[in-house]
């Protein structure tokens, strides 16, 4: 029931940001989904011994994320910056791992959602579509799986996954990319439409298992406790947090 109770609050609210609300309004918002996320991140993170990702982290994040334009290089600084950084550590075997989570971690949750906030400068339903793709596919995923669900996906990464669920969760996903994106965005062809949502959602599946890794890695079952009934904020964007990338690469690459 908690689980219900929270989406039905959630989605509409992320209908809302996503389509209609003011700019300020839906970049402050994913500002502070950002720095929940990456704290979780930071968390996790810990349990794996490695040092956390300190205020470098987020400030480095913040400012992937408002930058104005799209220049690479400033992910090479935080690289260089983060290992700059690392040489603090009084035991120098922790130095790789400290630079690599930082690095990792700020790219991860602040530079996935940046592709989100271009998506949406391109056209709002492309960023809903992004989304909305991954909540279908789950849900698909969800109850086929269980129904009949026989074959282990990655048992060792999340033994409630299948096989049968995760066809599932690709099938719904292009049935949803069908019916949406000739109606909302109909200047993209169908088959090159079908063909994105496809790719978007196997990215988002493994977004999802690579989170279980972590969360795995580091002994416990959700990354926070902020949602009930579905654990963190990162629980809740694992999926999205790859998908977005993808369809920000085909998006602005194909000029739709």
Same mark, same amino acid.
């Given at each position: 029931?908690?689980?219900?109770?929270?989406?039905?609050?959630?989605?509409?609210? @992320?209908?809302?940001?996503?389509?209609?609300?003011?700019?300020?309004? @839906?970049?402050?918002?994913?500002?502070?989904?950002?720095?929940?996320?990456?704290?979780?991140?930071?968390?996790? =993170?810990?349990?794996?011994?490695?040092?956390?990702?300190?205020?470098?982290?987020?400030?480095?994040?913040?400012?992937?994320?408002?930058?104005?334009?799209?220049?690479?290089?400033?992910?090479?600084?935080?690289?260089?910056?983060?290992?700059?950084?690392?040489?603090?550590?009084?035991?120098?075997?922790?130095? /790789?791992?400290?630079?690599? =989570?930082?690095?990792?971690?700020?790219?991860?949750? @602040?530079?996935?959602?940046?592709?989100?906030?271009?998506?949406?400068?391109?056209?709002?339903?492309?960023?809903?579509?992004?989304?909305?793709?991954?909540?279908?596919?789950?849900?698909?995923?969800?109850?086929?799986?269980?129904?009949?669900?026989?074959?282990?996906?990655?048992?060792?990464?999340?033994?409630?996954?299948?096989?049968?669920?995760?066809?599932?969760?690709?099938?719904?996903?292009?049935?949803? #990319?069908?019916?949406?994106?000739?109606?909302?965005?109909?200047?993209?062809? /169908?088959?090159?439409?079908?063909?994105?949502?496809? =790719?978007?959602?196997?990215?988002?599946?493994?977004?999802?298992?690579?989170?279980?890794?972590?969360?795995?890695?580091?002994?416990?079952?959700?990354?926070?406790?902020?949602?009930?009934?579905?654990? #963190?904020?990162?629980?809740?964007?694992?999926?999205?947090?790859?998908?977005?990338?993808?369809?920000?690469?085909?998006?602005?690459?194909?000029?739709?």
């Amino acid at each position: 029931m908690k689980r219900v109770l929270t989406a039905l609050l959630l989605i509409p609210t @992320f209908c809302y940001l996503i389509l209609w609300a003011p700019q300020w309004g @839906f970049l402050a918002t994913v500002a502070v989904v950002s720095v929940l996320c990456f704290r979780e991140y930071a968390e996790l =993170a810990a349990l794996h011994e490695i040092a956390k990702p300190g205020l470098f982290g987020y400030a480095a994040g913040l400012l992937i994320l408002f930058l104005p334009g799209r220049d690479a290089a400033f992910f090479v600084l935080v690289a260089i910056l983060a290992m700059a950084l690392a040489l603090r550590s009084r035991d120098l075997t922790d130095a /790789l791992p400290g630079a690599g =989570a930082l690095v990792l971690g700020v790219l991860y949750v @602040f530079g996935t959602l940046r592709c989100g906030i271009e998506l949406r400068a391109i056209q709002a339903y492309w960023l809903f579509f992004a989304l909305s793709l991954n909540w279908i596919g789950d849900i698909a995923a969800l109850y086929v799986g269980k129904m009949v669900g026989r074959h282990k996906l990655a048992p060792h990464v999340s033994p409630a996954k299948t096989w049968e669920g995760a066809a599932a969760s690709v099938v719904a996903s292009v049935i949803y #990319g069908a019916v949406y994106l000739p109606r909302l965005l109909p200047e993209v062809p /169908l088959a090159e439409a079908l063909g994105l949502t496809a =790719a978007a959602n196997i990215a988002g599946q493994f977004g999802d298992l690579c989170e279980s890794a972590l969360k795995r890695g580091a002994g416990v079952k959700d990354s926070g406790t902020l949602l009930p009934g579905h654990g #963190g904020w990162l629980d809740r964007v694992d999926s999205s947090l790859f998908a977005l990338p993808v369809v920000y690469f085909v998006v602005s690459n194909f000029h739709w």
